[in-house]
T-cell receptor, first 111, second 116 residues
Framework: LAKTTQPISMDSYEGQEVNITCSHN???????ITWYQQFPSQGPRFIIQ???TKVTNEVASLFIPADRKSSTLSLPRVSLSDTAVYYC????????????FGKGTMLLVSP | GAGVSQTPSNKVTEKGKYVELRCDPI?????LYWYRQSLGQGPEFLIY????????DSGLPNDRFFAVRPEGSVSTLKIQRTERGDSAVYLC??????????????FGPGTRLTVL
């Protein structure tokens, strides 16, 4: 399973754009990149998923360069409620794939 | 539609007791996963079901842990002779399991288990 590396923590202020970059140098050809968000006392919540280039949904954007060795989750105009742990994972390249979570990135949004 | 649900939300037990944790997956999802999350750590894989069968139980820490999914829907994680080290949040996830990637997993809220 590909290992991912992401910052332990990040700080931001309300209204700013936040970019969290994840490195996954050993990503396999068929691996997808998935980001989850987790609030205290809740299960991880699916945010966004992609394979290459750029993916955008109502919550975030995901930028994946051509070599796919990294990816960047972009959260536009964060609010206090975006304070959470964000996990980057690679895999899901078949009908079944367990997920290997790291410690994630703790994002703290301040007023 | 309804997401993954888990019961109870909290469970406090004494060392040595037996506990059961229940997971109701998203309707129609054939794949079901159990994870365990300790404080400050990411979730750790325990076991995976495809339908009624446990396809991968390599994450179960020892033989005190067991899980079933008799009808291919609801699953129960069973822990015998609980130890204080079993205290954690137990998360359940389900995915469509159609064999077409990506097989995105959706998580429940978890059961917080405390062993005194």
């Amino acid at each position: 399973l590909a290992k991912t590396t992401q910052p332990i923590s990040m700080d931001s202020y309300e209204g700013q754009e936040v970019n969290i970059t994840c490195s996954h140098n050993n990503i396999a050809t068929n691996d997808y990149i998935t980001w989850y968000q987790q609030f205290p006392s809740q299960g991880p919540r699916f945010i966004i998923q992609g394979y290459k280039t750029k993916v955008t949904n109502e919550v975030a954007s995901l930028f994946i360069p051509a070599d796919r060795k990294s990816s960047t989750l972009s959260l536009p105009r964060v609010s206090l409620s975006d304070t959470a742990v964000y996990y980057c994972l690679v895999g899901l390249n078949s009908g079944y794939s367990t997920l290997t979570f790291g410690k994630g990135t703790m994002l703290l949004v301040s007023p | 539609g309804a997401g993954v649900s888990q019961t109870p939300s909290n469970k406090v037990t004494e060392k040595g007791k037996y506990v059961e944790l229940r997971c109701d997956p998203i309707s129609g999802h054939t794949a079901l996963y159990w994870y365990r999350q300790s404080l400050g750590q990411g979730p750790e894989f325990l076991i995976y079901f495809q339908g009624t069968g446990a396809a991968d139980d390599s994450g179960l820490p020892n033989d005190r842990f067991f899980a079933v999914r008799p009808e291919g829907s609801v699953s129960t994680l069973k822990i015998q002779r609980t130890e204080r080290g079993d205290s954690a949040v137990y998360l359940c996830a389900s995915s469509p399991g159609t064999g077409v990637p990506p097989d995105t997993q959706y998580f429940g809220p978890g059961t917080r288990l405390t062993v005194l």
